[in-house]
């Protein structure tokens, strides 16, 4: 089981940015898919971006794409969502999520978190108007 610790979340205005970190507590590049998801107050967690740590290829939810990039840093073992422009929309818990890359209902990359094994606890993102 990998541990997964997020940070980076606050309360920023409109129009700003923040950059959520996620440390995994094991090597899991080469092997693993690592995915952003988030929930805000009442409504259901959705899928925000993922990438395939061996080969960095990535997936956004359109809601975000142009505004939210996702990376990895090898070295540090750490996911990153940096977010621009942000919208009171984005206001939520994001959480953390990794899998192994296996293939899932046709995609390496799935936006389903039913696919996402392991969890952090989430950092909340707070944006104002």
């Known amino acids: 089981q990998v541990q997964l610790e997020e940070s980076g979340g606050g309360l920023v205005q409109g129009g700003g940015s923040l950059r959520l970190s996620c440390v995994a507590s094991?090597?899991?590049?080469?092997?693993?898919?690592m995915g952003w998801f988030r929930q805000a107050p009442g409504k259901e967690r959705e899928f925000v971006a993922t990438?395939?740590?061996?080969?960095?290829?990535?997936l956004y939810a359109d809601s975000v794409k142009g505004r939210f990039t996702i990376s990895t840093d090898n070295a540090k073992n750490t996911v990153y969502l940096q977010m621009n422009n942000l919208k009171p929309e984005d206001t939520a818990v994001y959480y953390c999520?990794?899998?192994?890359?296996?293939?899932?209902?046709?995609?390496?990359?799935?936006?389903?978190?039913?696919?996402?094994?392991?969890w952090g606890q989430g950092t909340q993102v707070t944006v104002s108007s």
């Open positions: 094991e090597r899991t590049f080469n092997t693993y898919v």
């Open positions: 999520a990794s899998r192994p890359m296996v293939y899932y209902s046709g995609s390496y990359m799935p936006a389903d978190e039913r696919a996402y094994h392991d």
């Open positions: 990438i395939i740590w061996s080969n960095r290829n990535t």
